[in-house]
């Protein structure tokens, strides 16, 4: 019903930037909490940020002042621009939706490798 797909990822030059991209569909992201997750070989899944359907917005520490998650409600789509990227960013993203009764849905996930 829910489905999701990233794309936007790449190698890119420590210092340099991406915007990723997860397209929804099977429910409004309107609607909906969103958020980006990372992980990186040998880590957990970390919440790198997260927008709710409100328009709130949060941050993992490491990325506030360099990362903006957005949302884009006639295209169901929701963007994580990445500016100053840092090697320590590299890692597989992954957009998640929350939708009813708290289920969560994944997309594939889009690799994002920083290179210094």
């Known amino acids: 019903q829910v489905q999701l797909v990233e794309s936007g990822g790449g190698l890119v030059q420590a210092g340099g930037s991406l915007r990723l991209s997860c397209a929804a569909s099977?429910?409004?992201?309107?609607?909906?909490?969103m958020g980006w997750y990372r992980q990186a070989p040998g880590k957990e899944r970390e919440l790198v940020a997260e927008v709710s359907s409100g328009g709130s917005t949060s941050y993992e520490e490491s990325v506030k002042g360099r990362f903006t998650i957005s949302r884009d409600n006639a295209k169901n789509t929701v963007y994580l621009q990445m500016n100053s990227l840092k090697p320590e960013d590299t890692g597989v993203y992954y957009c998640?939706?929350?939708?009813?009764?708290?289920?969560?849905?994944w997309g594939q996930g889009t690799q994002v490798t920083v290179s210094s």
């Open positions: 099977g429910r409004a992201v309107s609607i909906s909490t």
């Open positions: 998640k939706l929350i939708g009813s009764s708290w289920l969560d849905y």
